[in-house]
Protein backbone atom coordinates (compact mmCIF):
# COMPACT_ATOMS: atom_id res chain seq x y z
CA UNK A 1 0.00 0.00 0.00
CA UNK A 2 0.75 3.40 -0.52
CA UNK A 3 0.90 6.79 1.26
CA UNK A 4 -0.34 10.28 0.08
CA UNK A 5 1.47 13.18 0.49
CA UNK A 6 -1.48 15.23 2.45
CA UNK A 7 -2.60 12.02 4.69
CA UNK A 8 -1.33 9.13 6.26
CA UNK A 9 -4.85 6.96 4.98
CA UNK A 10 -3.47 4.60 2.45
CA UNK A 11 -4.74 4.33 -0.83
CA UNK A 12 -4.58 1.77 -3.91
CA UNK A 13 -2.27 -0.36 -5.26
CA UNK A 14 -0.93 1.54 -8.48
CA UNK A 15 -1.17 -1.99 -10.40
CA UNK A 16 -4.45 -2.29 -9.78
CA UNK A 17 -5.38 1.18 -10.44
CA UNK A 18 -3.64 1.11 -14.00
CA UNK A 19 -5.70 -2.00 -14.79
CA UNK A 20 -8.83 -0.85 -13.54
CA UNK A 21 -8.17 2.36 -15.30
CA UNK A 22 -7.69 0.96 -18.80
CA UNK A 23 -10.76 -1.23 -18.30
CA UNK A 24 -12.65 1.09 -17.52
CA UNK A 25 -11.27 4.22 -19.61
CA UNK A 26 -14.09 6.79 -20.72
CA UNK A 27 -12.65 7.34 -24.41
CA UNK A 28 -15.29 9.46 -25.24
CA UNK A 29 -14.25 12.33 -27.32
CA UNK A 30 -13.12 15.10 -24.31
CA UNK A 31 -12.82 19.06 -24.67
CA UNK A 32 -10.42 21.46 -22.86
CA UNK A 33 -12.88 22.19 -20.07
CA UNK A 34 -12.25 18.96 -19.13
CA UNK A 35 -9.11 17.84 -19.55
CA UNK A 36 -7.21 21.47 -19.33
CA UNK A 37 -6.49 20.63 -15.61
CA UNK A 38 -3.21 21.00 -13.00
CA UNK A 39 -2.44 17.50 -13.15
CA UNK A 40 -3.90 16.97 -9.65
CA UNK A 41 -4.53 12.84 -8.51
CA UNK A 42 -7.74 12.24 -6.59
CA UNK A 43 -5.36 10.59 -4.15
CA UNK A 44 -3.95 13.77 -2.89
CA UNK A 45 -6.83 14.29 -1.70
CA UNK A 46 -6.49 12.31 1.31
CA UNK A 47 -10.08 9.95 -0.33
CA UNK A 48 -11.56 6.92 1.52
CA UNK A 49 -9.88 3.84 0.07
CA UNK A 50 -13.63 2.45 -0.62
CA UNK A 51 -14.64 6.21 -2.49
CA UNK A 52 -11.49 5.67 -4.68
CA UNK A 53 -12.23 2.34 -5.59
CA UNK A 54 -15.41 3.93 -6.87
CA UNK A 55 -13.61 7.16 -8.48
CA UNK A 56 -11.54 4.96 -10.83
CA UNK A 57 -14.16 2.08 -11.42
CA UNK A 58 -15.65 4.81 -13.39
CA UNK A 59 -13.54 5.73 -15.32
CA UNK A 60 -11.85 8.83 -13.55
CA UNK A 61 -8.56 9.13 -13.94
CA UNK A 62 -7.60 12.48 -12.72
CA UNK A 63 -10.53 15.61 -11.51
CA UNK A 64 -11.75 17.90 -13.85
CA UNK A 65 -10.76 21.77 -13.65
CA UNK A 66 -14.23 21.96 -11.63
CA UNK A 67 -13.46 19.23 -9.62
CA UNK A 68 -10.03 20.08 -8.73
CA UNK A 69 -11.33 23.60 -7.72
CA UNK A 70 -14.40 22.39 -5.55
CA UNK A 71 -13.37 19.32 -4.15
CA UNK A 72 -10.70 20.27 -1.50
CA UNK A 73 -12.88 23.61 -0.38
CA UNK A 74 -15.73 21.37 -0.02
CA UNK A 75 -13.67 18.49 1.93
CA UNK A 76 -13.18 21.31 4.41
CA UNK A 77 -16.59 22.75 4.78
CA UNK A 78 -17.07 25.49 3.44
CA UNK A 79 -19.47 26.65 1.61
CA UNK A 80 -19.67 27.24 -2.29
CA UNK A 81 -20.87 29.22 -4.90
CA UNK A 82 -19.75 27.55 -8.16
CA UNK A 83 -20.19 28.63 -11.92
CA UNK A 84 -19.37 25.75 -14.18
CA UNK A 85 -19.98 24.85 -17.39
CA UNK A 86 -22.75 22.03 -17.94
CA UNK A 87 -20.90 18.31 -19.20
CA UNK A 88 -17.69 19.45 -16.83
CA UNK A 89 -18.04 17.07 -14.06
CA UNK A 90 -20.21 19.71 -11.60
CA UNK A 91 -22.08 15.80 -10.39
CA UNK A 92 -18.96 14.28 -9.53
CA UNK A 93 -17.15 18.09 -8.26
CA UNK A 94 -19.90 17.85 -4.92
CA UNK A 95 -21.25 13.99 -5.15
CA UNK A 96 -17.44 13.12 -4.28
CA UNK A 97 -16.75 15.38 -1.33
CA UNK A 98 -20.06 14.08 -0.35
CA UNK A 99 -19.21 10.68 -0.05
CA UNK A 100 -16.28 11.38 2.09
CA UNK A 101 -18.02 13.04 4.33
CA UNK A 102 -20.78 10.46 5.37
CA UNK A 103 -20.28 8.04 7.93
CA UNK A 104 -21.56 4.92 7.29
CA UNK A 105 -21.75 3.59 10.56
CA UNK A 106 -24.37 5.88 11.37
CA UNK A 107 -28.03 5.60 9.95
CA UNK A 108 -30.08 9.42 9.39
CA UNK A 109 -29.65 11.87 6.89
CA UNK A 110 -26.39 13.18 6.68
CA UNK A 111 -26.56 14.77 3.06
CA UNK A 112 -29.24 16.52 1.13
CA UNK A 113 -29.39 17.17 -2.59
CA UNK A 114 -32.03 19.35 -4.19
CA UNK A 115 -32.42 19.47 -7.96
CA UNK A 116 -35.74 20.69 -10.39
CA UNK A 117 -36.36 17.45 -12.21
CA UNK A 118 -37.01 13.94 -11.48
CA UNK A 119 -35.13 12.99 -14.06
CA UNK A 120 -32.01 15.30 -12.82
CA UNK A 121 -32.62 13.50 -9.10
CA UNK A 122 -31.93 9.97 -10.52
CA UNK A 123 -29.33 10.65 -13.08
CA UNK A 124 -27.38 12.36 -9.85
CA UNK A 125 -28.46 9.23 -7.20
CA UNK A 126 -26.68 6.91 -10.12
CA UNK A 127 -23.62 8.73 -9.96
CA UNK A 128 -23.89 8.62 -5.81
CA UNK A 129 -24.00 4.70 -6.23
CA UNK A 130 -21.83 4.41 -8.41
CA UNK A 131 -19.17 5.98 -6.87
CA UNK A 132 -20.10 4.49 -3.62
CA UNK A 133 -20.57 1.25 -4.72
CA UNK A 134 -17.75 0.15 -1.97
CA UNK A 135 -19.13 2.55 0.64
CA UNK A 136 -22.45 0.61 1.81
CA UNK A 137 -23.88 4.29 1.20
CA UNK A 138 -27.40 4.80 1.29
CA UNK A 139 -28.51 7.22 -0.98
CA UNK A 140 -32.84 7.67 -1.90
CA UNK A 141 -34.40 9.74 -4.35
CA UNK A 142 -38.16 11.19 -3.48
CA UNK A 143 -39.40 13.58 -6.11
CA UNK A 144 -43.20 14.39 -7.35
CA UNK A 145 -45.09 12.78 -9.23
CA UNK A 146 -44.17 9.22 -7.77
CA UNK A 147 -46.32 7.80 -4.45
CA UNK A 148 -45.55 9.09 -0.95
CA UNK A 149 -46.58 6.55 0.92
CA UNK A 150 -43.85 4.34 -0.85
CA UNK A 151 -41.59 7.12 0.46
CA UNK A 152 -42.55 7.38 3.44
CA UNK A 153 -41.78 3.89 4.29
CA UNK A 154 -38.56 3.85 2.14
CA UNK A 155 -37.43 6.79 4.91
CA UNK A 156 -38.18 4.42 8.05
CA UNK A 157 -35.08 2.17 6.48
CA UNK A 158 -31.04 3.56 6.69
CA UNK A 159 -30.79 6.51 4.50
CA UNK A 160 -27.87 8.56 4.71
CA UNK A 161 -27.96 10.67 1.57
CA UNK A 162 -31.72 12.13 0.57
CA UNK A 163 -31.94 13.35 -3.28
CA UNK A 164 -34.65 14.97 -4.46
CA UNK A 165 -37.24 17.78 -5.64
CA UNK A 166 -37.87 20.42 -3.42
CA UNK A 167 -41.87 20.04 -3.05
CA UNK A 168 -41.46 16.19 -2.21
CA UNK A 169 -38.65 16.91 0.62
CA UNK A 170 -40.57 19.96 2.27
CA UNK A 171 -43.95 17.21 2.15
CA UNK A 172 -41.97 14.78 3.64
CA UNK A 173 -40.02 16.60 6.13
CA UNK A 174 -43.40 18.58 7.33
CA UNK A 175 -44.85 15.20 8.27
CA UNK A 176 -41.84 14.26 10.66
CA UNK A 177 -40.68 11.42 8.18
CA UNK A 178 -37.55 12.85 6.78
CA UNK A 179 -35.46 14.10 9.83
CA UNK A 180 -32.75 17.20 8.38
CA UNK A 181 -31.62 18.10 12.29
CA UNK A 182 -28.85 16.15 11.67
CA UNK A 183 -28.16 17.10 7.91
CA UNK A 184 -25.34 19.05 7.93
CA UNK A 185 -24.36 19.80 4.00
CA UNK A 186 -26.77 20.73 1.68
CA UNK A 187 -26.20 20.71 -2.64
CA UNK A 188 -28.73 23.04 -4.46
CA UNK A 189 -27.84 21.97 -7.93
CA UNK A 190 -29.26 24.02 -10.86
CA UNK A 191 -29.22 26.36 -8.28
CA UNK A 192 -30.75 29.16 -10.65
CA UNK A 193 -33.67 27.15 -11.02
CA UNK A 194 -33.81 26.27 -7.19
CA UNK A 195 -33.90 30.22 -6.82
CA UNK A 196 -36.10 30.81 -9.18
CA UNK A 197 -40.16 32.08 -8.04
CA UNK A 198 -41.24 28.74 -8.15
CA UNK A 199 -38.40 27.20 -5.59
CA UNK A 200 -37.40 29.73 -3.28
CA UNK A 201 -39.76 29.89 -0.70
CA UNK A 202 -39.74 25.66 -0.47
CA UNK A 203 -35.38 26.48 -0.34
CA UNK A 204 -36.15 29.52 2.89
CA UNK A 205 -38.53 26.96 4.79
CA UNK A 206 -36.17 23.63 4.17
CA UNK A 207 -33.29 25.02 5.55
CA UNK A 208 -34.97 26.05 8.90
CA UNK A 209 -35.35 22.24 9.49
CA UNK A 210 -31.47 21.56 9.24
CA UNK A 211 -29.21 23.04 11.92
CA UNK A 212 -27.96 26.18 12.15
CA UNK A 213 -24.32 25.12 11.54
CA UNK A 214 -24.41 23.77 8.04
CA UNK A 215 -22.47 23.93 5.06
CA UNK A 216 -24.55 25.00 2.06
CA UNK A 217 -22.96 24.14 -1.83
CA UNK A 218 -24.36 25.73 -4.82
CA UNK A 219 -24.15 24.82 -8.49
CA UNK A 220 -25.28 25.97 -11.74
CA UNK A 221 -24.01 27.34 -15.34
CA UNK A 222 -25.64 30.41 -14.70
CA UNK A 223 -25.92 32.64 -11.72
CA UNK A 224 -29.04 35.43 -11.68
CA UNK A 225 -29.76 38.18 -9.83
CA UNK A 226 -31.71 35.48 -7.08
CA UNK A 227 -28.55 33.45 -6.78
CA UNK A 228 -26.95 36.32 -5.82
CA UNK A 229 -29.10 37.92 -3.04
CA UNK A 230 -29.62 33.96 -1.60
CA UNK A 231 -25.34 34.25 -1.28
CA UNK A 232 -25.97 37.25 0.22
CA UNK A 233 -28.31 35.72 3.09
CA UNK A 234 -27.51 33.15 3.34
CA UNK A 235 -23.76 32.33 2.39
CA UNK A 236 -22.37 35.68 2.67
CA UNK A 237 -18.54 34.20 2.71
CA UNK A 238 -18.78 31.38 0.75
CA UNK A 239 -16.17 30.52 -1.91
CA UNK A 240 -17.00 31.75 -5.07
CA UNK A 241 -15.84 29.33 -8.23
CA UNK A 242 -15.95 30.62 -11.66
CA UNK A 243 -14.76 28.61 -14.60
CA UNK A 244 -17.29 30.20 -17.20
CA UNK A 245 -14.55 32.67 -19.62
CA UNK A 246 -16.97 31.58 -22.31
CA UNK A 247 -20.48 30.20 -21.89
CA UNK A 248 -20.85 27.00 -23.99
CA UNK A 249 -18.29 24.13 -24.14
CA UNK A 250 -15.53 23.95 -26.19
CA UNK A 251 -15.90 22.03 -29.50
CA UNK A 252 -19.33 22.70 -29.91
CA UNK A 253 -20.31 24.32 -33.16
CA UNK A 254 -23.18 26.28 -33.45
CA UNK A 255 -25.23 26.97 -36.71
CA UNK A 256 -28.51 28.55 -37.16
CA UNK A 257 -30.89 28.71 -40.08
CA UNK A 258 -33.25 31.30 -41.54
CA UNK A 259 -36.83 29.53 -42.72
CA UNK A 260 -40.38 30.33 -42.46
CA UNK A 261 -42.51 28.40 -40.02
CA UNK A 262 -43.96 26.48 -43.17
CA UNK A 263 -40.55 25.16 -43.98
CA UNK A 264 -39.66 24.53 -40.79
CA UNK A 265 -39.96 20.72 -41.19
CA UNK A 266 -38.96 20.51 -44.93
CA UNK A 267 -35.26 21.72 -43.39
CA UNK A 268 -35.45 19.42 -40.28
CA UNK A 269 -35.61 16.47 -42.86
CA UNK A 270 -32.79 18.08 -44.57
CA UNK A 271 -30.64 17.97 -41.77
CA UNK A 272 -31.69 14.02 -40.97
CA UNK A 273 -30.62 13.53 -44.44
CA UNK A 274 -27.65 15.28 -44.21
CA UNK A 275 -25.76 15.26 -40.74
CA UNK A 276 -24.53 11.98 -38.69
CA UNK A 277 -26.36 12.02 -36.15
CA UNK A 278 -26.01 9.11 -33.29
CA UNK A 279 -29.39 10.88 -31.36
CA UNK A 280 -30.75 14.17 -31.48
CA UNK A 281 -32.72 16.37 -29.19
CA UNK A 282 -35.35 18.45 -30.49
CA UNK A 283 -36.82 21.49 -28.24
CA UNK A 284 -39.88 23.19 -28.66
CA UNK A 285 -41.24 25.90 -26.39
CA UNK A 286 -44.72 24.31 -26.01
CA UNK A 287 -46.24 20.79 -25.17
CA UNK A 288 -48.66 21.28 -28.34
CA UNK A 289 -45.81 21.78 -30.48
CA UNK A 290 -44.07 18.74 -28.83
CA UNK A 291 -46.42 16.32 -29.76
CA UNK A 292 -47.16 17.74 -33.20
CA UNK A 293 -43.28 17.87 -34.27
CA UNK A 294 -43.20 14.38 -32.47
CA UNK A 295 -45.93 13.06 -35.34
CA UNK A 296 -44.55 14.96 -38.18
CA UNK A 297 -41.11 13.22 -38.05
CA UNK A 298 -42.62 9.55 -37.73
CA UNK A 299 -44.73 10.84 -41.06
CA UNK A 300 -40.79 11.39 -42.09
CA UNK A 301 -40.07 7.69 -41.19
CA UNK A 302 -37.47 8.50 -38.66
CA UNK A 303 -37.72 6.97 -34.63
CA UNK A 304 -39.01 9.21 -32.53
CA UNK A 305 -39.92 9.86 -29.11
CA UNK A 306 -41.55 12.56 -27.14
CA UNK A 307 -41.20 14.51 -23.52
CA UNK A 308 -42.79 16.97 -21.59
CA UNK A 309 -43.87 17.94 -18.08
CA UNK A 310 -47.66 17.22 -18.76
CA UNK A 311 -47.00 13.46 -19.14
CA UNK A 312 -47.22 10.95 -16.07
CA UNK A 313 -44.64 10.41 -14.29
CA UNK A 314 -44.27 6.62 -15.18
CA UNK A 315 -44.88 7.58 -18.69
CA UNK A 316 -41.88 10.14 -18.81
CA UNK A 317 -39.77 7.94 -16.32
CA UNK A 318 -39.91 5.00 -19.87
CA UNK A 319 -38.91 7.77 -22.48
CA UNK A 320 -36.19 8.55 -20.92
CA UNK A 321 -35.12 5.38 -20.33
CA UNK A 322 -35.49 3.70 -23.35
CA UNK A 323 -33.84 6.99 -25.36
CA UNK A 324 -30.76 6.74 -22.92
CA UNK A 325 -29.87 3.49 -23.62
CA UNK A 326 -30.31 3.91 -27.61
CA UNK A 327 -33.82 2.81 -28.43
CA UNK A 328 -34.99 5.58 -30.75
CA UNK A 329 -32.87 8.24 -32.58
CA UNK A 330 -35.10 11.38 -31.84
CA UNK A 331 -36.22 12.75 -28.84
CA UNK A 332 -39.04 16.35 -29.16
CA UNK A 333 -38.80 18.16 -25.67
CA UNK A 334 -40.07 21.08 -23.85
CA UNK A 335 -37.17 22.48 -21.69
CA UNK A 336 -38.15 19.57 -18.76
CA UNK A 337 -34.65 18.67 -20.12
CA UNK A 338 -32.46 20.82 -20.47
CA UNK A 339 -30.70 21.35 -16.94
CA UNK A 340 -28.25 19.00 -16.50
CA UNK A 341 -29.17 15.51 -17.83
CA UNK A 342 -26.49 13.10 -19.83
CA UNK A 343 -27.22 11.15 -22.65
CA UNK A 344 -24.13 9.35 -23.64
CA UNK A 345 -24.74 9.17 -27.48
CA UNK A 346 -26.73 12.57 -28.07
CA UNK A 347 -24.68 14.00 -30.88
CA UNK A 348 -26.97 16.71 -32.02
CA UNK A 349 -29.25 18.94 -30.57
CA UNK A 350 -31.57 21.21 -32.28
CA UNK A 351 -33.78 23.91 -31.12
CA UNK A 352 -36.78 23.86 -33.21
CA UNK A 353 -38.19 27.30 -31.90
CA UNK A 354 -36.19 29.67 -30.56
CA UNK A 355 -35.45 29.63 -26.82
CA UNK A 356 -36.96 32.37 -24.75
CA UNK A 357 -33.65 33.47 -22.79
CA UNK A 358 -29.93 33.06 -23.27
CA UNK A 359 -29.94 31.41 -20.24
CA UNK A 360 -32.56 28.67 -21.08
CA UNK A 361 -30.54 28.42 -24.87
CA UNK A 362 -27.29 27.29 -22.58
CA UNK A 363 -29.08 25.12 -20.78
CA UNK A 364 -30.35 23.35 -23.73
CA UNK A 365 -27.00 22.98 -25.92
CA UNK A 366 -24.31 23.00 -22.63
CA UNK A 367 -25.04 18.90 -22.12
CA UNK A 368 -22.40 16.35 -22.38
CA UNK A 369 -21.91 15.65 -25.90
CA UNK A 370 -18.52 12.96 -26.52
CA UNK A 371 -19.11 12.40 -30.16
CA UNK A 372 -16.29 14.26 -32.55
CA UNK A 373 -19.56 15.59 -34.80
CA UNK A 374 -21.53 18.15 -32.13
CA UNK A 375 -23.72 20.69 -33.65
CA UNK A 376 -26.24 22.95 -32.44
CA UNK A 377 -28.43 24.03 -34.60
CA UNK A 378 -31.13 26.76 -34.04
CA UNK A 379 -34.25 27.03 -36.62
CA UNK A 380 -35.14 30.58 -36.86
CA UNK A 381 -38.24 32.19 -38.48
CA UNK A 382 -37.31 35.12 -41.25
CA UNK A 383 -38.47 36.91 -44.56
CA UNK A 384 -36.37 34.13 -46.58
CA UNK A 385 -37.37 31.96 -48.63
CA UNK A 386 -34.00 29.98 -49.08
CA UNK A 387 -32.28 27.80 -46.27
CA UNK A 388 -29.10 29.01 -45.00
CA UNK A 389 -26.94 27.19 -42.53
CA UNK A 390 -24.83 29.72 -40.88
CA UNK A 391 -21.88 29.52 -38.26
CA UNK A 392 -22.64 31.82 -34.99
CA UNK A 393 -20.29 31.54 -31.95
CA UNK A 394 -20.82 32.72 -28.30
CA UNK A 395 -18.85 35.18 -25.90
CA UNK A 396 -19.83 36.82 -22.60
CA UNK A 397 -17.47 39.87 -22.73
CA UNK A 398 -20.29 42.08 -23.96
CA UNK A 399 -22.88 44.27 -21.12
CA UNK A 400 -25.86 43.06 -19.27
CA UNK A 401 -28.52 44.88 -20.77
CA UNK A 402 -28.73 42.78 -23.82
CA UNK A 403 -30.24 39.28 -23.66
CA UNK A 404 -29.57 38.16 -27.31
CA UNK A 405 -26.79 40.41 -29.26
CA UNK A 406 -25.85 40.47 -32.62
CA UNK A 407 -22.76 42.31 -34.17
CA UNK A 408 -21.93 43.14 -37.41
CA UNK A 409 -18.57 44.59 -39.08
CA UNK A 410 -19.16 47.50 -37.74
CA UNK A 411 -20.76 48.01 -34.17
CA UNK A 412 -22.03 51.12 -34.14
CA UNK A 413 -25.64 49.99 -35.51
CA UNK A 414 -25.75 47.41 -32.18
CA UNK A 415 -24.28 49.93 -30.29
CA UNK A 416 -27.02 52.01 -30.39
CA UNK A 417 -29.67 49.93 -30.01
CA UNK A 418 -28.09 48.54 -27.10
CA UNK A 419 -28.32 52.26 -25.91
CA UNK A 420 -31.69 52.67 -26.28
CA UNK A 421 -32.97 49.46 -25.13
CA UNK A 422 -32.83 47.52 -21.57
CA UNK A 423 -33.48 44.27 -23.45
CA UNK A 424 -33.69 42.50 -26.43
CA UNK A 425 -37.29 40.73 -26.83
CA UNK A 426 -37.97 38.41 -29.81
CA UNK A 427 -38.82 41.90 -31.73
CA UNK A 428 -35.04 42.56 -32.53
CA UNK A 429 -34.61 39.41 -34.49
CA UNK A 430 -36.25 41.47 -37.22
CA UNK A 431 -32.42 43.42 -37.24
CA UNK A 432 -30.88 40.39 -37.55
CA UNK A 433 -33.10 39.05 -40.65
CA UNK A 434 -32.57 42.72 -42.40
CA UNK A 435 -28.69 42.18 -41.61
CA UNK A 436 -28.75 39.31 -43.39
CA UNK A 437 -30.72 40.36 -46.06
CA UNK A 438 -27.87 43.05 -46.83
CA UNK A 439 -25.19 40.12 -46.92
CA UNK A 440 -23.13 41.02 -44.02
CA UNK A 441 -21.72 38.18 -42.07
CA UNK A 442 -23.44 37.76 -38.68
CA UNK A 443 -21.86 36.29 -35.20
CA UNK A 444 -24.24 35.58 -33.32
CA UNK A 445 -23.44 36.27 -29.68
CA UNK A 446 -25.48 35.40 -26.58
CA UNK A 447 -24.38 37.67 -23.36
CA UNK A 448 -23.66 36.57 -20.05
CA UNK A 449 -26.32 34.76 -17.75
CA UNK A 450 -27.04 37.48 -15.12
CA UNK A 451 -29.96 38.29 -17.44
CA UNK A 452 -33.40 38.16 -18.34
CA UNK A 453 -35.77 38.93 -21.43
CA UNK A 454 -38.26 41.53 -20.66
CA UNK A 455 -42.10 40.08 -21.12
Partial sequence: MEKTATSSRPVLDKEWKRDTLERNADKRFKTEDVTKTRGTEFEEYGLKRELLMGIFEKGFERPSPIQEE?????????????????????????VIPLLEKIDTSVNYIQGLILLPTRELALQTSAVIKELGKYMQVECMVSTGGTSLRNDIMRLYKPVQILCGTPGRILDLTNKGVADLTRCHIVILDEADKMLSQEFQPIIETLL????????????????????????????????????????????????????????????????????????????CNSVTRVELLAKKIIELGFSCFYIHAKMSQIHRNRVFHDFRNG???????????????????????????????????????????????????????????QISILPFTINSKYGEHADFFYSLHTMKQVQLIIKHTETFTCLHFTFLVHCVLWNHPIILQVINQYLYVRQ
Avoid: W
Fill in 327 to 385: QCRCLVSSDLFTRGVDFRFVNVVINFDFPKSSATYLHRIGRKFYSKLRKNLVLKLSQRL
Fill in 208 to 283: KYLPSEKQIILYSATFPASVQRFKEAHVPNAHEINLMDELTLKGITQFYAYVEERQKIHCLSTLFSRLQINQAIIF
Fill in 70 to 94: SIPITLAGHDILARAKNGTGKTAAF
